[in-house]
DNA sequence: GGGTTGTCTCTGAAAAAAACGAAGTATTTT
DNA sequence: AAAATACTTCGTTTTTTTCAGAGACAACCC
């Protein structure tokens, strides 16, 4: 329940600009009575006083003062809202805000999303970046439709969204022309002591990549752990070390990384999640994007 | 004007919330013809249709997508607003939030605010620091109740505020004992070719500092540029290079600093403004800060 | 295909809230 | 002490909100 009568509060905004009930009165075109008893009624409903008498002025309490900071921004909300609204276009278009985690893949991001545009009206995509909480807390106050992330939602969590699991993809050690070449050869057990650069722990594939490696008893040389997935395969590109990457993608990063594949990763697969909100009405865009690799739903809940 | 009914706005973001104007409903407790009613009233004032029917539910347009996303901010400050005024406190205590520029001796800063202490209620103050665009932007937002810089605000700003100078500190040249054993004597001759700290371009000083050594016919080797006067206090006294300083601070330089004065810099002074929202009903603090030096006030229109 | 259910929309009347005129209370100015 | 300014209070009018009743429309069930 939201015990705020926003007409109240408005003209209280007014008054506090104004400096007077007089001077209010006749911005807002009304009497100076009707602000006096408005203003009251707020005051009780807050259980505090906003005014204290000043002379024969007012002045703000330092509750005022605080409820003015508020207002400001509540009020400069509303006006954003009227004049994005008022700014014709979304006739026939839609808006499709998504929060794309550090750690995967941009090219699997990419594959992924193209989906979208297969609907029949135009769709304008607004990709964010940023870490896994950031984006859920995004998510959250609704300034992105759905994010794109490595791992499902917390379920504790008290957001309720929900996750869905877009795909699991196979994934293999990747590297420079110089590198394949030099370590393809007895793959995997050539990787022992091969310079390597892996995702930070905050990553899920990370365990396990790590898990895989220990099973397959060997030990690369860490050369460089990266919150950023484009940023290692920057790294990856010029040289550095091998790079994880999934399978699927060969082709494209034969062409952009100018590296291939040296080998399969067994049981190292990326699994890719959307998260949206929970809630009864639905983005189209996020539906095409679930519906597009059919798999089980997985509520936050559980 | 604000021609937004918040209360409409309330509606559409439950009924969007739930999904059905008929849960929206029982949520509110009224009739859904009430929602469905004051629905159609927003969407006429907007301009925009909000929903859409969708088989015999509704479905959100991309209007009202957006619509959704200023709304959950609204009312979510809306709740902050009254948890904030619920929570106690601020009976007798009065909240001071100054911003304070990078440029500016903190200490001096300290000595103009520890008049707002000798007010008869409890005053809890606040400081932020940062660039002096950014203070400025976080004051017309009324984050800020004032700002503490080293000029005044720039004249034809949309914004209304005006600045009141509160003192003219004049300055000298400081430094660790060991700086200021070699270069007293013969002073200010003698700062030709000694290491020297000084504040950025950025800086209302600093192009004063620059007139006096030229006019003084000495070139000082600098040896670092600071935007924070703390950091180049820092910087000072670790013996890394002379520096300028309100000379009134001379006692707390030494104290604090471990540096003593060389000797003035004349015409050299620090001019310590204050920034405050042009409103008629102003904050008391800030009253008693401006009230504390008394000089003339500059209206930022001129 | 026809009945049923769930959901939203369109009336017009009742209830609630907001607005105003008139008179009243402070406080400052002259 | 009178005039002027600024806010309050009271009772009435106006506007807005609310709801009951009736209707439209799509989905679902047999």
Redesign the pocket.
């Known amino acids: 329940m939201t015990p705020l ?1 926003y ?2 509060l408005y003209y209280f905004w007014v008054v506090a600009q104004e400096g ?3 001077r209010a009165a006749e911005r807002l ?6 602000i ?6 707020l005051e009780r409903q807050l259980g505090k006083s906003l ?1 204290a ?1 000043h ?4 002045a703000l309490t330092e509750a005022g003062r605080q409820a003015l900071g508020y207002a400001d921004q509540i009020f400069q909300l509303g006006d954003a809202l009227v004049s994005a609204l008022s700014s014709s276009d979304h006739e026939n278009t839609v808006r499709l805000r998504v929060g794309i985690s550090d750690g995967i893949p941009k090219l699997l991001a990419y594959r992924l999303l193209s989906s979208v545009y297969k609907m029949p009206v135009d769709v304008r995509l607004i990709c964010d970046e940023g870490e896994f909480e950031t984006l859920l807390a995004d998510l959250a106050l609704h300034r992105l439709d759905v994010v794109l992330t490595d791992r499902p939602a917390p379920i504790g969590g008290n957001l309720k969204v929900f996750s869905k699991r877009l795909g699991d993809f196979a994934t293999g050690v990747f590297g420079s022309a110089l590198l394949a070449e030099r370590y393809k050869v007895g793959f995997p057990q050539s990787l022992d002591g091969a310079p390597m650069l892996l995702p930070t722990r905050h990553n899920a594939l990370r365990s396990r990549i790590d898990r895989w490696l220990e099973q397959s008893g060997v030990r690369p040389r860490v050369v460089g752990e990266f919150e950023d997935s484009a940023l290692l395969n920057t790294f990856g590109r010029e040289g550095l070390g091998l790079f994880s990457a999934p399978l699927a993608l060969a082709t494209q990063i034969a062409e952009q990384l100018a590296a291939q594949a040296l080998g399969p990763m067994p049981g190292v697969s990326e699994h890719i999640y959307a998260i949206s909100n929970e809630r009864r009405i639905r983005h189209p865009a996020v539906e095409v994007l679930c519906a597009a690799s059919p798999q089980d739903e997985t509520p936050a809940a559980l």
Request: proline share 0%.
């Open positions: 009568n007409k109240h007077s009930m007089t075109d009304l009497a100076i009575q009707t006096s008893g408005q203003l009251s009624q005014f008498a002379g024969r002025g007012l």
